[in-house]
């Protein structure tokens, strides 16, 4: 097949997630089947998925235990003012709104699903409704309709791991008012007290989501006092009540060690499932909670990545740990849902999901560590062009204009920053190295994974050294066996960011970009995003009243002179996080100074392209303009 053909059959390779369980078995899975991400049922023992929404948008949801429902979250158009319904599993597909029972529902509002009690009457929710800022927690009788407010404190919250096991806590995150700064929220739906858990006014730590183990204890990933996460337990008082604040007397470390590390606990709360987070790579082990012995470890499929992080399902431990049912990611394939059974240590896959192209073999990526300009060591993922796996050096087919016989290659920038490039499948990655770049998949500092010491990196003053870590990659290049005269940067949000910043602070180095939903001004982006997310992202980029010389002086546009290489920008619409005018703006400036530049932009898109006919369209377009611009034959 052509370049084309085979850059869009890549594309259309469908993935699915396990987001939930009820007790009979079944599973609420996600799929892009459709080409968008529906809601479907995997039953016990089956191997096809029984569709339950159909819609044009993307679909997210969790059971309603008890029930034969499922609890619905939906946007409209990217926008992120997500609404939530009750569909009745019984009828499906479901394409019409009009078919779902309404729970909270305000369009111009955002409401997070922040859990659904064990006897399936409560709902939680997060929402902006009151002032379109702050996040109050809600909670809503589906019985009787009745409301409560239980946190109206202000400030940015999010969904975690929703009720206790007797129904009586309700767990949230609230950002700090620092980077990389995650406060962990219990509220006591008896008393109404909101407590702290491990507070930390004296630095900037994360507090995962709590895995609870009876009703009074519970563990979460913590790097507070450290720099990698550990698994560390809490107790509750004897009689479940909560002080304003759970602090660190009351807890136990249970495993650390030299990688981030997260757990999931089993609904008797005997076995604990530990992921370590290795470089991007995932290892995973059941421990028994009352020994702290190993049970056994899993035999992980091919290299990769279990899709628990960045809001992503979380692996699902049975009774007893006798089962664990997890979604797995790896450079070689889309995700798949997996079960591993603990007594025969076998590992089954339970869904096979269309569209990967006959005999096309997935790349396997090169781990590679290279010093910075100041000796900081970065990771980079190099995926060799399938013309040719060829070692450092040695001269592979890409086209004419190859005097050195060395092939281009792409740097593909992680978005963020708060992000990490890992072990798994990018449609756009494969399809690059198919098409016969070389791709380079960059943690520039900054990212997470390595420690909350490496992630501060890149923190207000010091953004600009990230980008001059895209100039160490760049000079070393050649070592192995790659042209640096034919680099390209390639990024989404953050990283279109990193690609906008490369092209205006280094221009020698690049010879085009491709930036997706990007900004091109840290002020011009602060002033216009969302008023609910201003606040979150100043405390990484710095404030509009403290900082904005400094946000001015590492922004893209203002350096718009020095720019001269082509660009392809690919922004939606309704991007309620990085606004169209970001785009608009900066390649406005480009084609008045003669930049070749080239922008789409899609109206039924967000912040990313969520449907696959706009991927479709526009990533093809994108890989063959760097095709052109690099000099690789069709």
Same mark, same amino acid.
């Given at each position: 097949m052509d370049r084309h053909e085979l850059v869009t059959s890549l594309l259309e390779a469908r993935s699915a997630l396990a987001l939930d369980a009820d007790t009979d078995g079944n599973l609420l899975v996600a799929s892009n089947l459709s080409g968008t991400m529906q #809601?479907?049922?995997?039953?016990?023992?089956?191997?096809?998925?029984?569709?339950?929404?159909?819609?044009?948008?993307?679909?997210?949801? =969790?059971?309603?235990?008890?029930?034969?429902?499922?609890?619905?979250?939906? /946007?409209?158009?990217?926008?992120?003012?997500? &609404?939530?319904?009750?569909?009745?599993?019984?009828? +499906?597909?479901?394409?019409?709104?009009?078919?779902?029972?309404?729970?909270?529902?305000?369009?111009?509002?955002?409401?997070?699903?922040?859990?659904?009690?064990?006897?399936?009457?409560?709902?939680?929710?997060?929402?902006?409704?009151?002032?379109?800022?702050?996040?109050?927690?809600?909670?809503?009788?589906?019985?009787?309709? !009745?409301? *409560?407010?239980?946190?109206?404190?202000?400030?940015?919250? =999010? +969904?975690?791991?929703?009720?206790?096991? /007797?129904?009586?806590? #309700?767990?949230?995150?609230?950002?700090? &008012?620092?980077?990389?700064?995650? /406060? #962990?929220?219990?509220?006591?739906?008896?008393?109404?007290?909101?407590?702290?858990?491990? =507070?930390?006014?004296?630095e900037a730590a994360e507090v995962g989501p709590p895995a609870w183990l009876s009703s009074t204890s519970f563990v979460v990933s913590s790097n507070v006092g450290r720099d990698l996460t550990a698994l560390v337990r809490h107790d509750l008082d004897t009689d479940g009540s909560l002080a304003p604040a759970v602090t660190k007397p009351s807890t136990t470390v249970l495993r650390e060690g030299p990688f981030d590390l997260a757990g999931f606990v089993s609904p008797d709360g005997s076995t604990l499932l530990v992921v370590a987070n290795d470089d991007g790579q995932s290892r995973a082990w059941l421990v028994d909670v009352s020994s702290g012995t190993d049970l056994a470890e899993l035999p992980l499929p091919l290299p990769g990545a279990m899709a628990h992080a960045h809001g992503l399902p979380e692996p699902r431990v049975a009774p007893g740990g006798r089962t664990v049912t997890f979604s797995w990611t790896s450079p070689q394939g889309p995700a798949e849902i997996w079960r591993f059974e603990r007594e025969t240590g076998s590992l089954a896959r339970l869904t096979h999901s269309p569209g990967w192209p006959s005999g096309v073999e997935g790349i396997v990526p090169e781990l590679h560590r290279l010093p910075s300009f100041d000796g900081e060591e970065i990771s980079v993922y190099l995926y060799r062009p399938a013309t040719s796996r060829s070692a450092p050096g040695a001269a592979a087919a890409t086209g004419p204009d190859s005097p050195s016989g060395r092939p281009p290659v792409v740097l593909v920038v992680h978005g963020g920053p708060e992000g990490q490039a890992v072990r798994g499948f990018d449609p756009t990655v494969q399809a690059l190295a198919q098409a016969g770049?070389?791709?380079? $998949? +960059?943690?520039? %500092?900054?990212?997470?994974?390595?420690?909350?010491?490496?992630?501060?990196?890149?923190? $207000?003053? *010091? *953004?600009?050294?990230?980008?001059?870590?895209?100039?160490?990659?760049?000079?070393? #290049?050649?070592? $192995?066996?790659?042209? +640096?005269?034919?680099?390209?940067?390639?990024?989404?949000?953050?990283?279109?960011?990193?690609?906008?910043?490369?092209? =205006?602070? &280094?221009?020698?180095?690049?010879?085009?970009?491709?930036?997706?939903?990007?900004?091109?001004?840290?002020?011009?982006?602060?002033?216009?995003?969302?008023?609910? *997310?201003?606040?979150?992202?100043?405390?990484?980029?710095?404030?509009?009243?403290?900082?904005?010389?400094?946000?001015?002086?590492?922004?893209?546009?203002? %350096?718009?002179?020095?720019?001269?290489?082509?660009?392809?920008?690919?922004?939606?619409?309704?991007?309620?996080?990085?606004?169209?005018?970001?785009?608009?703006?900066? $390649?406005? !400036?480009?084609?008045t100074r003669g930049v070749p530049c080239e922008l789409l932009v899609y109206a039924d898109e967000g912040h990313g392209l969520a449907k696959l006919a706009n991927r479709l369209d526009a990533y093809p377009r994108a890989i063959e303009f760097l095709a052109e611009r690099l000099g690789i034959d069709g």
């Open positions: #809601l479907f049922e995997l039953a016990p023992g089956g191997t096809s998925l029984r569709p339950i929404t159909d819609f044009a948008e993307p679909a997210s949801g =969790a059971y309603r235990p008890g029930h034969r429902e499922v609890v619905v979250s939906m /946007d409209a158009g990217g926008n992120e003012c997500h &609404q939530l319904y009750l569909a009745d599993l019984d009828d +499906p597909p479901l394409g019409e709104t009009t078919e779902l029972r309404p729970i909270a529902v305000d369009r111009a509002a955002m409401h997070q699903l922040a859990g659904v009690s064990h006897d399936g009457r409560l709902v939680a929710f997060l929402t902006n409704r009151r002032n379109r800022v702050d996040f109050d927690l809600i909670v809503r009788d589906l019985e009787t309709g !009745s409301e *409560r407010c239980y946190y109206d404190g202000g400030g940015y919250c =999010a +969904p975690s791991s929703g009720f206790s096991p /007797d129904d009586r806590y #309700l767990a949230f995150h609230r950002l700090g &008012q620092r980077a990389l700064d995650l /406060d #962990l929220l219990l509220v006591d739906l008896k008393t109404g007290v909101v407590a702290v858990v491990e =507070a930390h006014d004296d770049f070389a791709v380079a $998949v +960059p943690n520039v %500092r900054g990212s997470t994974g390595y420690g909350k010491r490496f992630a501060g990196l890149d923190d $207000v003053e *010091r *953004r600009l050294d990230s980008v001059a870590d895209l100039g160490a990659i760049h000079e070393w #290049l050649p070592s $192995v066996g790659l042209d +640096p005269d034919r680099a390209a940067l390639w990024g989404g949000s953050y990283g279109g960011y990193m690609v906008l910043a490369g092209l =205006a602070f &280094q221009p020698e180095r690049w010879a085009a970009g491709v930036d997706i939903v990007g900004i091109s001004d840290l002020v011009t982006f602060l002033e216009n995003t969302s008023p609910y *997310r201003r606040a979150a992202r100043e405390r990484e980029y710095g404030s509009l009243a403290a900082h904005r010389e400094v946000l001015a002086a590492a922004s893209p546009l203002r %350096r718009v002179d020095a720019i001269r290489a082509p660009l392809f920008v690919i922004h939606g619409a309704n991007d309620p996080r990085v606004p169209l005018s970001e785009a608009e703006q900066l $390649v406005a !400036s480009l084609r």
